[in-house]
């Protein structure tokens, strides 16, 4: 198995401009998760999937930051407009719904510049 | 809701030098503890874990024994490598289920020749 997929895998924009960031879990996972990741806060849990419903957003900074799962390969978070404050790298990873299902796959990442 | 907290960094150790990294918990129920890695530029990827109180987690050397007395998960490892260099995370599962888990801070080990 590939592992989960993200891309691209570095992103430089400007300030203002959208930026959509997208992931592809392991195949047959059901669990969905984005993280950011800053020196300052550390790891944090942005939202998650079950069966590509959202289950919990509540670590969504705010509503310049969207996120979809349109099926089970696929899923993008969205940050429109943005700000230098979300330079940061953004992991997703995936889990198992059954057998070894807290474990918790992580993608390598897409690392954030906003100038 | 469940916590993690570890130890801060950075630990710095020379080659074959034993190490310990600190991790303690609150939670309520009976949470399952992890260790993740992370290595220079890349996601995190799990190192070990234990689902129950007096459970070993090992893996590379590494072990971490859940401690429901202390509500500790410490890591450990009799002599260490230049490779284990990295940022070292424990976690717990949260209440409420659905798979999420609390990261700690991480740790930053940093292992001279």
């Known amino acids: 198995d590939a592992g989960v997929i993200q891309s691209p895998r570095h992103e430089v924009t400007e300030m203002g401009q959208e930026v959509t960031l997208r992931c592809k879990p392991i195949?047959?996972?059901?669990?969905l998760f984005w993280y950011r990741q800053t020196m300052m806060r550390g790891l944090e849990l942005l939202i998650y999937?079950?069966?590509?419903?959202?289950?919990?957003d509540s670590g969504m900074p705010e509503d310049r930051f969207s996120a979809k799962m349109p099926n089970a390969s696929f899923s993008t978070l969205k940050i429109q407009p943005s700000e230098p404050r979300d330079s940061a790298v953004y992991f997703c990873?995936?889990?198992?719904?059954?057998?070894?299902?807290?474990?918790?796959?992580f993608g390598p990442g897409t690392r954030l510049l906003v100038l | 809701g469940n916590s993690v907290t570890q130890m801060e960094g950075p630990v710095t150790l020379s080659e074959e030098a034993f190490l310990t990294i600190n991790c303690t918990y609150t939670?309520?129920?009976?949470?399952?503890l992890f260790w993740y890695v992370q290595y220079p530029g890349e996601g995190l990827q799990l190192l070990l874990k234990a689902t129950k109180a007096d459970d070993k987690g090992s893996n590379k050397g590494f072990e971490a024994t859940y401690r429901k007395e202390t509500t500790s998960f410490h890591l450990e490892k009799g002599s260490v490598q230049v490779s284990d260099s990295a940022v070292y995370f424990c976690a717990l599962t949260s209440t409420g289920g659905y798979n999420k888990l609390i990261f700690g801070a991480g740790t930053r080990l940093a292992v001279h020749p």
């Open positions: 990873a995936s889990s198992p719904g059954q057998g070894n299902r807290e474990t918790q796959y």
């Open positions: 195949s047959g996972h059901d669990y």
């Open positions: 999937f079950n069966n590509n419903v959202p289950i919990d």
């Open positions: 939670a309520t129920g009976y949470p399952s």
